[in-house]
């Protein structure tokens, strides 16, 4: 089966449908240096970058028929708990062109991702204004919460997909993701692997506790770009108590090591947070310090991406 990509960012989204079997057939992201991020990684993708890959000059009929899923994650901004919540008001939002793209290529199935917010009473108008209402004349449509650490990924970090088929009996069989790790004793008994601390997943000693990553930020997010990864305050508090510094990231290990942490805690790196984030430690994001955290934290975590798409894969093929 056939994907295409849209607002594809450093590739989290991008990376789970590869895995999951399908055919890439385009990406379209804004951002220069994410572009060649996903170049240098799969030279053979077709990539729009930069003023090719704003989706809001793109005629997406072209791809009618060339095309089983569409699949992007629209900017958070204009709903994340982080910034002003304007929904439709903000300019960053890029809802309606996601919907234009599905309604023009007219897929077998999409997946649309977005912050948790998006999912709440907050927003409830919003989305059956502007995603499942202009959607559902075509399509069914379910939106489902996922946690990345019941994937395997050493962070607390949700996501809301929304999902949704053309066909009602593909529809009706397709069965959201279920947890592949557990961390708590609260989900031990579903079964799976056990999901890695973020010391125990970053290699560091044992120091008699470890835990999840607090959910990490995109440094393209708030109004200054930052090389920090830093949310909030409680999460200042774990990574303290974890002993590792979320300030101040380097591009290297190398360059992380030789720029000890005033109280000593282990410094994190652009590959550390790849790791936190899920990616393969190999994926070259391309850019400066702030612009690779950014592609990074504005990631759909690859394992997630992965057991969404296999799910939509699955009720597609049978
Ligand atoms: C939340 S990120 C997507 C992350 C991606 N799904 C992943 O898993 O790595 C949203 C992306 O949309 C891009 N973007 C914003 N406006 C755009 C536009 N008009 N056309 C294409 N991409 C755009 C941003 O540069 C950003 O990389």
Redesign the pocket.
Known sequence: MRSL??????????L?FERAGFLHVAS????EE?GQTLKKARPGWDVYGGES????GVDFKKWRGLVDVV??????QPFSNAGRQRGHLDE?D?WP?FVRAVNEIKPMAFIG??VPALGSAKFSNYVVENISGPLSEHYHVTPVTLQACDFGVPQVRRRIFFVGFRNKRVANRWKAPQPTHYWSDATIDAGGDRCMGLREALGLPDIGTDDLSPTIR?S?TGPRHTTSILNSVAAQRKFDSLKIWPNGVAASRESARAFVAKNGHFRLSVPDVALIQGFPEDWPFVGATYMTL??IG???P?PL?YAVASSVADALKR
């Open positions: 990509s849209l607002f594809s960012g450093g590739g989290g989204l991008d789970g379209f992201e804004i951002m994410a890959g704003d989706v809001r699949h992007g994650g629209p900017p958070c960053r890029m062109e991702e977005n995109s393209l950014g592609q504005n990631a759909v690859p991406a």
